[in-house]
């Protein structure tokens, strides 16, 4: 669905995702100063040769940051997310951001748990054997897709004014936002186990 972003945004959303993979392997947690250095690190980046300046004061940037970081680790995701939303958002603003967050976890439980499944063999067995591991991924590649379709389409109305049509559209991707998040959790669970999604996505009150 990144067809939808425009080329600066695309560009950002790379250069996110380097950031992010330069940082490294996950940490236990992150203080509040290194949020903000994450932020304006990533706020205050440009391309090499000057092109496709990220969208700094737009609501995709926060929702790109957001999501790579997610990808990375649904950790530092949920962490930067909450750091995020600490300083008041608008509803829909804030909905748009836990979409891409949400994106970006089922990204990073598909990528994790493809890998764990083939170290186990699920792959190399018939495919009635692996039907249930099919399933899951198969419902993270969509589920994330339509995530990153939701925020960016949350983004446009908001940037046309179009407000009123944005919450009512906000209202039914939360629904499928929450339908989402329990098949991550599932899927996270058989593909990477329950200490994983305990130390990762563990439950708190929030869906998503």
């Known amino acids: 669905m990144d067809e939808f972003w425009t080329a600066d945004e695309a560009a950002f959303r790379k250069r996110a995702a380097d950031y992010f993979r330069r940082r490294g392997n996950p940490r ?5 100063a290194e949020f903000e ?8 980046a440009s391309g090499a040769d000057g092109a ?3 969208p700094r004061r737009l609501l995709s940037g926060s929702i790109l940051i957001i999501e790579e970081a997610a990808c990375h680790d649904p950790k530092l995701g949920r ?17 748009a951001c836990r979409l891409g967050r949400l994106a970006g ?15 186990r063999g699920s792959f190399s067995s018939n495919l009635m054997g692996c039907r249930e591991v099919q399933e899951s991924l ?8 339509i995530m990153r379709l939701g925020s960016c389409r949350l983004c446009r109305l908001l940037e046309r004014g179009e407000r009123e049509r944005a919450g009512r559209e906000s209202r039914v991707l939360d629904g499928w936002a929450r339908a989402l998040a329990a098949d991550v959790r599932s ?3 058989l593909l990477l186990g329950e200490p994983w999604v305990e130390a990762n996505i563990p439950a708190d009150g929030r869906p998503f």
């Open 28 to 32: 236990a947690s992150c203080a509040a």
């Open 37 to 44: 250095s994450i932020w304006t690190d990533l706020r205050g």
């Open 52 to 54: 496709g300046s990220p």
């Open 79 to 95: 962490e930067l997310f909450e750091w995020r939303a600490a300083a008041p958002l608008d509803p829909v603003e804030e909905m």
């Open 105 to 119: 976890t089922a990204a990073h439980v598909l990528e994790s748990g493809a890998g764990a499944a083939r170290e």
């Open 138 to 145: 198969a419902c993270l590649v969509s589920g994330a897709a």
């Open 187 to 189: 899927a996270a669970r």
